[in-house]
């Protein structure tokens, strides 16, 4: 199986019984969400006394708990919440994310416009606790039993100088603005993850990943397919001059049915470039393409609803390409 790139972000959701479908759909507004500082009452707690530390574990327990189950593999206790509270991340990355984010409300604001939109669009979501985090891991938001945790230390801005051991491909989906993007991608990946056979094509899982972003621009009410998909202008601009060039690439090369884990990373995968179609292609140029055909598909069947694209019955059925007319014309 290829290592899917949405799952970047969930890395740690196979281990926890919190990231199960659930029937149940959010029913909430875009300022009804509360989101736990959970990376400020660790900064807090080092400096707190007893009394205080007890106040700030009781305000905000089950995330707390959720979070130091993930960091630290332990229940909650004040002396591991202590020994956290004085770790390299909550003392080098807590100030700077004060800086940009002095309270959650812009997270909250996020996260309640996309559960609300996903309601609105017929999606299921759990209902979930949200938490405000800073962590030395990789993924920037995880899920923890029914806690979603948010890395704030993971949307510092791209030339943030913590940032600059990382490639420019990373650095570029560091920004703030990439947050509520994020968030979707996380929400409904978990709640409708890819469920295509063993042997999936890659055309299969470029389906998935274009209903995916195309799932992620409506929820968020963005309209940026740039930023959902992580580009910078001009590389948003290379794709749209040489869509024709890609697509032609794809079927010449046979790789639309190509089964093989290491075709479908090189497609639809992180990465510098995705080399395979053109060397001057950003990374991840298949999701871009499968959500090029999506667009073409909603185009011919504006009945399509978010939960049929982001069924199996949409993105394995043989007859997608057909129905979507899908077929760039060179610039």
């Known amino acids: 199986m290829p290592k899917l790139p949405v799952i970047a972000l969930l890395l740690a959701c196979a281990i926890f019984p919190g990231c199960r479908r659930s029937t149940e759909t959010a029913n909430v507004s875009p300022d009804s969400i509360a989101i736990a500082p959970v990376h400020r009452i660790m900064h807090r707690y080092a400096s707190a006394d007893s009394a205080q530390r007890q106040r700030l574990l009781a305000g905000n327990r089950p995330e707390i708990e959720a979070f130091m189950k993930l960091v630290a593999d332990t229940p909650l206790t004040e002396e591991r919440v202590s020994g956290w509270s004085w770790s390299l991340p909550v003392l080098k990355f807590t100030p700077?994310?004060?800086?940009?984010?002095?309270?959650?409300?812009?997270?909250?604001?996020?996260?309640?416009t996309v559960l609300a939109r996903t309601r609105n669009a017929g999606l299921e979501l759990p209902r979930r606790r949200y938490a405000s985090v800073v962590w030395g891991k990789p993924q920037s938001i995880i899920f923890v039993d029914s806690v979603m945790l948010i890395a704030l230390n993971h949307y510092l801005g791209a030339e943030y100088e913590g940032y600059s051991h990382f490639?420019?491909?990373s650095r570029l989906v560091k920004e703030p603005a990439i947050m509520p993007f994020d968030i979707s991608e996380a929400l409904i990946a978990t709640a409708y993850p890819f469920a295509g056979p063993s042997d999936a094509t890659a055309l299969q899982h470029m389906l998935y990943q274009g209903a995916l972003t195309a799932a992620k621009i409506e929820v968020t009410g963005t309209g940026n397919p740039a930023l959902a998909l992580g580009y910078r202008p001009e590389q948003m601009a290379f794709l749209t001059d040489n869509e024709a060039l890609l697509w032609s690439n794809l079927v010449e090369r046979d790789l639309l049915y190509d089964k093989s884990a290491s075709t479908i990373d090189r497609l639809i995968a992180p990465g510098p470039t995705t080399r395979l179609l053109d060397p001057r292609c950003p990374g991840r140029a298949g999701r871009y393409i499968g959500y090029r055909i999506v667009e073409a598909y909603r185009r011919n069947h504006p009945e399509a609803t978010l939960p049929f694209l982001l069924s199996p019955e949409f993105y394995t059925s043989s007859t997608v390409l057909d129905e979507a007319s899908y077929n760039p014309s060179p610039r």
Not at 98 to 112: E, F, M
């Open 96 to 112: 700077d994310v004060d800086s940009i984010y002095p309270d959650t409300s812009a997270v909250a604001r996020a996260v309640g």
């Open 167 to 169: 490639p420019l491909y």
